[in-house]
């Protein structure tokens, strides 16, 4: 099938919203619930996206044809846009090979591509197909002494990860509604009536699902015994990971890591110098898209003081509800020097397909630039200048 232009996807899918729409006509219910799920009420994931339609930006006029520079640099690497994708675990419930499709789109774009250690690829495949941009996300697997936690940094070394990203929100494991209803740690969706039927309704999903197998963690192959199954792989995620990074590991994995070090899931200013103290070069403001602690701060508010507390010790990136390039112009005013979107682009591989990622890179570029056009800034370091608006009460 020929790729469609950005021309021609545009007028059907003309904002991320559209996108997500579209994504629940191709996706079962429970995939779609696996994705947009937050943990108990979902009110931490409600209160992201209203945070961010709070925040108003002063638009200035009268300078002029304004030619916005979305270049970035991070950890001495340019990057051609101040956002990147996020990690996110099994994408393959969405498309297979969703990762390595993300990943040669972040690529040909030049923008960050972070690999979740729970991803349906491995670290060794994403790091070939996306080698200028690849970023490995890290939880703690503690059992004989972080055993596989350390291995898993020397594998990502070895791959040429630019950056590494210890995620420290996840002490315990998270509960999710959704998920715990349809079974996805327990049963499988493969053996329950009710998924059945499910899935039955979205015949092209489950053709593909047919043809390329059901999607594990792959990246734990290798620790299990041979021709260990997809439910096998996830079942020893589950398993494995449990309890946040002390301090005192990170600075253990600061000793052996030689690039840039990042810690994720930072929600307080304390917690953020307590970071730099173990090493980190850089900080992800997150609530984990509210899928960790339905009592958690919106992310967008925890960045101003996260931002004076780091004083520019450290880049300070955030991630958690944004859903267009408004936004990412949003935080990048709120003093973010980078941002992350998870769910878009799941939503924009499961609507669009093959080009899903490529398409919405392209329609988060086009946003910021209008946004920048509108603030009457032309680089990306002016937009940590831009006044913002009294607040709105969403």
Known sequence: ????????????YPTT????RAALRHIPRF??????GGSGADAAAARNRHAFDRVTLVPRYGRGGVVPSLETVLFGQAYTAPFGVAPMGLGALVRPRLEE????????AKIPYVLSAAASADIETVARLAPDVFWFQLFGLPRDDHRVTLDLVRRADIAGA???????DTPVQARRPKDIRNRLATAGFERRPAILADILCRPSWAAEMLRHGRPGCEIFRRYLPKGASAADLTAFARAEIEGGFTWDFVRRIRDVWPRALVVKGVLHGRDAIEAIGAGADGIIVSNHGGRTFDAAPPSLDCLPEIAAACDGKAAVMLDSGLRGGLDIARALASGAATTFLGRPFLHAAAAIGEEGGDYLIRLLQTELRHSMIQLGTSTIEELASVERGRAYQA
Do not use: G, K, N, W
Request: glycine share 0%; no cysteine.
């Open 17 to 20: 919203q559209d996108l997500h």
């Open 101 to 108: 499709r993300l990943a040669r789109a972040a690529q040909a």
């Open 1 to 12: 099938m020929a790729m469609r232009s950005f021309e021609a996807l545009e007028p059907l």
């Open 162 to 168: 630019r950056v590494l990203v210890l995620t420290v």
């Open 31 to 36: 995939v779609a619930a696996y994705i947009d």
